[in-house]
Nanobody, 122 residues
Framework: QVQLVESGGGSVQAGGSLRLACATS????????IGWFRQAPGEERERVAT???????IYADSVKGRFIISQNNAKNTLYLQMNNLKPEDTATYYC????????????????WGKGTLVTISS
């Protein structure tokens, strides 16, 4: 299991931006699926953005046009650029990797970070 450590969370006002980073102990280029998920208190964890083995990126409808997933393979680091943040984006954000070649279903992600808290005030 690859070790994942998220960073970059914090508290910002609505309309602001944050960039999350996920440092890994393995090679991101060798992972079929990489991505970000989030969980708000009392809610189930949901996909934010994932990239599968074909390079297909899936964004949650709620973040399309605002968030961008990217990676630096040389640094084995995954990023999530979060723009135009809204109070409903408040959650703990997790990075994850998995073995699925297509679609990155959440239940196939097998390595998870401990999360970083993002709080957006209105």
């Amino acid at each position: 299991q690859v070790q994942l450590v998220e960073s970059g969370g914090g508290s910002v006002q609505a309309g602001g931006s944050l960039r999350l980073a996920c440092a890994t102990s393995g090679y991101i280029a060798n992972e079929h699926c990489i991505g970000w998920f989030r969980q708000a208190p009392g809610e189930e964890r949901e996909r934010v953005a994932t990239r599968d083995g074909d390079g297909t990126i899936i964004y949650a409808d709620s973040v399309k046009g605002r968030f961008i997933i990217s990676q630096n393979n040389a640094k084995n680091t995954l990023y999530l650029q979060m723009n135009n943040l809204k109070p409903e984006d408040t959650a703990t954000y997790y990075c994850a990797t998995g073995h699925s070649w297509v679609g990155c279903p959440q239940n196939t992600m097998d390595s998870w970070g401990k999360g970083t808290l993002v709080t957006i005030s209105s």
